[in-house]
């Protein structure tokens, strides 16, 4: 007999990713989501650009800002505000259920890549390539924005940093 309502819950080990609720917001079932995105950044831009500051300038900001704000969001939090999951997610980072763990083949993995690509693009544009803003704005980049969503770091705490006890514990054999 097919139940009626804890049919929505989870059952057993088995966990759906069409029901997390974590990630649903960052979903591309229509092009809302990324004129938002492009929208929001814009705005930051021209409210640095409008304080006064040059081109190059509020571009590199934009870009420092939008590397650091994506990468605690995406790769830093854990979890899912969803009650119903029953802790399902506490493992896992945003980026790492998004679209079901898939590598780069969805087209908001792509988009999440892409805007920073071409926001740094933009920026060393705007700067003529000085070496300041090299130095300053592709660790940046490398470290913050795409090391991170690399497939081989998918689950990995590097040093144990962001780990979760209980979780991301490491099982000693011996012991066991």
């Known amino acids: 007999m097919k139940r009626s309502y804890s049919d929505h819950y989870?059952?057993?080990?088995?966990?759906?990713?069409?029901?997390?609720?974590?990630v649903e917001c960052f979903q591309f079932d229509s092009t809302r989501f990324v004129v938002t995105y492009v929208l929001i950044l814009l705005v930051v831009y021209g409210a640095i650009h409008g304080?006064?500051?040059?081109?190059?300038?509020?571009?590199?900001?934009?870009?420092?800002?939008?590397?650091?704000?994506?990468?605690?969001?995406?790769?830093?939090?854990?979890?899912?505000?969803?009650?119903?999951?029953?802790?399902?997610w506490n493992g896992l980072t945003v980026w790492e259920q998004l679209d079901d763990a898939s590598v780069f083949e969805s087209p908001t993995k792509k988009i999440f890549l892409a805007v920073p690509t071409f926001m740094l693009l933009a920026q060393l544009n705007a700067a003529g390539f000085a070496k300041h803003d090299i130095a300053?704005?592709?660790?940046?980049?490398?470290?913050?924005?795409?090391?991170?969503?690399?497939p081989l770091l998918h689950g990995v705490r590097l040093f144990g940093i962001n780990r979760t006890v209980g979780i991301d514990d490491v099982v000693d054999a011996k012991k066991a």
């Not at 934009?62 to 399902?88: L, M, V």
């Open 136 to 150: 300053v704005n592709l660790p940046v980049y490398a470290l913050f924005c795409v090391l991170p969503k690399l």
């Open 10 to 22: 989870f059952g057993g080990d088995k966990v759906d990713p069409a029901r997390n609720v974590a």
């Open 51 to 88: 304080s006064g500051y040059s081109t190059a300038e509020s571009l590199s900001a934009a870009n420092c800002a939008h590397a650091f704000i994506t990468f605690f969001f995406f790769h830093w939090a854990k979890g899912s505000p969803d009650t119903h999951a029953q802790g399902a």
